[in-house]
């Protein structure tokens, strides 16, 4: 794996299971649907790829996005006692490893989901870069987690679509989105549980997170 110095501060590199390497890459999820839960394919994809996979029996394709941050690390899967290696799975000659376990969606959230993910999720972003961070109007910092993901919360909303969904982004009151440019790497860690929301776009946001003044200057 190629990272910087900043980045590898996430995790073990040696676990390349656990390590998502590379912004704007093609990324897939498959879930489990008895017990909901969600194993990613780390490794970059194209749309074909993904509208051909088999999922295993009791698996359902449940994911279909480009990844925002620059470097993502999975500490370990939820219910593992410890860091360490992902919960491993293959198909089709593709390793995914077990990421996240969505939660209960929040109610009265019309034209959005709002949901608890539980993942031990950490992310890099370099600085220099311009990038959105959304208030979902509780005054925290969201990050972007997914630009244009065909899916979301194992729902289709258009299969296989490499460019994503094509609805309007629409914010309920109260929420913002800024566009921000780093002045220093970031290197956040996401909790556990998140409180993920995905947006009518297919775009999707996680956190809650507190960034201090010196971690960005605002662009618009």
């Not at 749309?47 to 996979?53: K, S, V």
């Not at 620059?70 to 000659?93: C, K, N, Q, T, W």
């Not at 490499?162 to 609805?167: L, Q």
Request: one cysteine or more; charged letters at 25%.
């Amino acid at each position: 794996m190629t990272m910087s110095e900043g980045a590898r501060t996430m995790g073990d590199t040696t676990l390349v299971d656990n390590w998502t390497v590379g912004a704007d890459s093609l990324l897939m999820e498959i879930m489990e649907t008895e017990t909901r839960k969600v194993f990613l394919c780390q490794q970059a994809v194209t749309p074909a790829q993904y509208r051909e996979l088999e999922p295993p029996e009791g698996f359902v394709k449940s994911g279909l996005g480009r990844s925002v941050a620059d470097v993502a690390y999975f500490r370990r899967s939820p219910g593992a006692p410890y860091d360490g290696p992902l919960e491993m799975i293959d198909v089709d000659g593709m390793r995914f490893g077990f990421v996240a376990r969505p939660g209960r969606p929040e109610a009265d959230h019309e034209g959005l989901v709002v949901l608890p993910v539980y993942k031990y999720h950490c992310m890099f972003f370099a600085a220099g870069r311009t990038m959105e961070i959304a208030d979902l109007g509780d005054g925290w910092d969201y990050l972007p987690q997914v630009s244009h993901s065909s899916m979301g919360a194992g729902e289709d909303h258009g299969e296989g679509r490499e460019d994503g969904p094509t609805r309007e982004r629409e914010l309920p009151e109260g929420w913002s989105i800024r566009s921000v440019t780093l002045e220093q790497d970031l290197v956040a860690e996401i909790p556990y549980p998140a409180r993920v929301c995905f947006l009518r776009d297919g775009s999707s946001f996680h956190g809650p997170l507190r960034l201090g003044p010196t971690n960005r200057s605002e662009t618009s």
